[in-house]
């Protein structure tokens, strides 16, 4: 059974600056997608950063060049480098897996953390 705990979450002022660290435990099968996503109240949940196998990365427009994604394949982990926070990154940020039911299925599914809290306001 796949887990994932996320961390580093809590109050910053516009401007400053978080990391999120996700920490996945259990079988991660095949090649897979590790992402964050995040919702604010009454918004849906969007897609913020992800990264691939081959450590390719993208992310939505809103956070280019202020968050970036990496991930520490020895301890299964992965970040959200989060600087020059504002307002409007105040949300629920989720940690995000997709992999294969096993690693020789065509299916895959997906996995998500309990969320956490990130807030930006002075």
């Known amino acids: 059974q796949v887990q994932l705990v996320e961390a580093g979450g809590g109050l910053v002022q516009p401007g400053g600056a978080l990391r999120l660290s996700c920490v996945i435990s259990?079988?991660?099968?095949?090649?897979?997608?590790r992402a964050w996503y995040r919702q604010a109240p009454g918004r849906q949940r969007e897609r913020v950063a992800a990264?691939?196998?081959?450590?390719?990365?993208n992310y939505v427009d809103s956070v280019k060049g202020r968050f970036t994604i990496s991930r520490l394949d020895t301890r299964n982990t992965i970040y959200l480098q989060m600087n020059d926070l504002k307002p409007e990154d105040t949300a629920v940020y989720y940690c995000?897996?997709?992999?294969?039911?096993?690693?020789?299925?065509?299916?895959?599914?997906?996995?998500w953390g309990q969320g956490i809290q990130v807030t930006v306001s002075s």
């Open positions: 995000y897996v997709l992999h294969r039911f096993s690693p020789t299925s065509s299916t895959y599914r997906d996995e």
């Open positions: 259990g079988p991660i099968n095949g090649d897979s997608t």
């Open positions: 990264i691939n196998e081959a450590g390719d990365t």
